[in-house]
């Protein structure tokens, strides 16, 4: 069974930051604002090593700490809180501070054996770097911003050895993307985009048949990956693929100072 412990170091891993401090408890990312997992504190250990009493004292603290660091990079404090009893007092000071809650996602894992069947994968592209078709049909899914900030994401995405799916329809135009982040020993699934103009046509499920066959023939120990609570359709999908719901985490961020106004 794969431990929290150790899934929330491959999902780390997986998606790099650009920038992180490693202050022992809690990892601080930083990418200049591109993609939250990138620009959030990791709190590997939510209790900060704390016992007793003082507890939300040291956590209040570090907080206070984190939200320095993030200032001096002109971004906003957003914790990655995982659904965890451990989280209970780090919670309890976030509310406190009235962080609000955002973009809830689930975690869903399987293991290799006995794979099912899914549709053939064999007209699924696949390369070890991302192709600037990849980039372009990902980022017109899921990407938030220019052409500085797709070139940042993209250092994220090559930021660990990855495999890079994309499939075509009849015409040669990409329809859809994904990605296995290989991490020790482990597949990740990222980046799992259609274009609007071919979903539910069976796309998105060669892609992920081809990733999962490739990630088994590599002899990896198992796959993860992340969708949001809300999308129920991909969880309908995974479901079928194998996967099974593990846990959950949601974005936790500081209440935005406003400026004083002018006229």
């Not at 719901?245 to 935005?256: K, N």
């Amino acid at each position: 069974m794969l431990e929290q412990s150790l899934l929330e170091t491959l999902m780390d891993k997986a998606w790099p930051a650009r920038e992180r401090e490693d202050t022992g408890e809690w990892v601080l990312r930083a990418s200049q604002g591109v993609t939250q997992r990138a620009n959030s504190v990791w709190p590997r250990d939510p209790g900060c090593g704390a016992a007793g009493s003082s507890t939300e004292t040291v956590i209040a603290a570090g907080v206070r700490a984190a939200s320095e660091w993030y200032r001096k990079r002109r971004l906003p404090l957003i914790f990655q809180v995982f659904d965890d009893p451990r989280s209970a007092t780090l919670n309890t000071v976030l509310d406190g501070q009235r962080f609000s809650k955002q973009s809830e996602t689930k975690i869903m894992v399987r293991d290799v054996g006995a794979l099912p069947l899914l549709p053939t994968a064999h007209s699924v592209e696949l390369s070890e770097q991302p192709t600037q078709e990849w980039l372009d049909l990902w980022w017109a899914v899921d990407g938030r911003g220019g052409g500085g900030e797709l070139a940042i994401a993209r250092e994220i995405l090559t930021g660990c050895p990855s495999l890079y799916a994309l499939v075509r329809d009849d015409d040669g135009v990409p329809a859809a993307v994904g990605r296995l982040a290989l991490v020790d020993g482990w597949g990740g699934l990222y980046s799992m985009a259609t274009s609007a103009g071919h979903r539910r046509r069976g796309y998105g499920t060669r892609v992920l048949s081809a990733l999962l066959d490739a990630g088994a023939r590599r002899g990896l120990q198992g796959f993860w990956l992340l969708v949001t609570a809300p999308n129920v359709g991909a969880q309908g999908l995974y479901g079928k693929a194998g996967f099974s719901e593990y846990g959950s985490y949601l974005y936790r961020q500081a209440p935005l100072t406003r400026a004083p106004g002018g006229c």
